[in-house]
C-alpha cells in the first residue's frame, strides 16, 4: 500500500485546521396557493444540514442605483466533506455560532450562485473538498 492510497481511504488525512461550523439551509417544497399543481419553496420549513467548512471571500461591489445602492459580495465556500454535504444552487449557507457576529445580523446567510464542484485527483480519486461560490446582497 501506498501512500496515494492512504491518501484516497481517508479523507481526514489532510484536515483543514480552521474548518468551522456552517449549516446548508434548503427550502422545503409546498403547493402554490393559486395553482396546487405548481410547488413553490417553503423558507418556513427548511432542511437544514451541518457541515465543517471555510470560507474566502473575494471581493465586494457596489452596484449603485438611483433609487436604492446595494453591494453584492462574492464568496466561495470550502466544504471538508463533500461526500456527506449536499449543496446546490439556491441553497443558503449561514455561519455557525461566534462566526463573523457583527456580519451575521446584517448579512444573513449567503445564497449558493454557482454549481459545486468537487476537487478530484486524477490519480487516486481523492475529493478533498467541495467549493460553491456563494453570493450576499445587501440593499
Known amino acids: ?15 483543514m485546521a ?19 399543481q405548481h410547488m413553490i419553496d417553503d423558507w418556513d420549513h427548511p432542511e437544514i444540514i451541518e457541515f465543517k467548512g471555510a470560507l474566502s471571500q473575494s471581493s465586494s461591489t457596489r452596484v449603485p442605483d438611483y433609487l436604492t445602492g ?8 470550502y466544504i471538508t466533506m463533500p ?10 449557507i449561514t455561519p455557525g455560532a461566534g462566526m ?22 486524477a490519480f487516486t480519486g481523492w475529493k478533498p473538498t467541495k467549493e460553491a461560490m456563494c453570493k450576499n446582497v445587501r440593499g
Not at 457576529?101 to 476537487?119: L, N, Q, R
Open 1 to 15: 500500500m501506498s501512500i496515494l492510497d492512504d491518501i484516497a481511504a481517508s479523507s481526514s488525512m489532510f484536515p
Open 18 to 36: 480552521g474548518a468551522t461550523t456552517f449549516q446548508r439551509i434548503r427550502a422545503g417544497q409546498m403547493p402554490d396557493s393559486y395553482n396546487p
Open 70 to 77: 446595494s453591494l453584492q459580495t462574492t464568496t466561495i465556500c
Open 83 to 92: 461526500a456527506d454535504t449536499d449543496v446546490r444552487i439556491g441553497d443558503r
Open 100 to 121: 463573523f457576529p457583527h456580519e451575521t445580523k446584517v448579512a444573513g446567510y449567503w445564497t449558493v450562485a454557482g454549481f459545486p464542484s468537487e476537487d478530484v485527483n
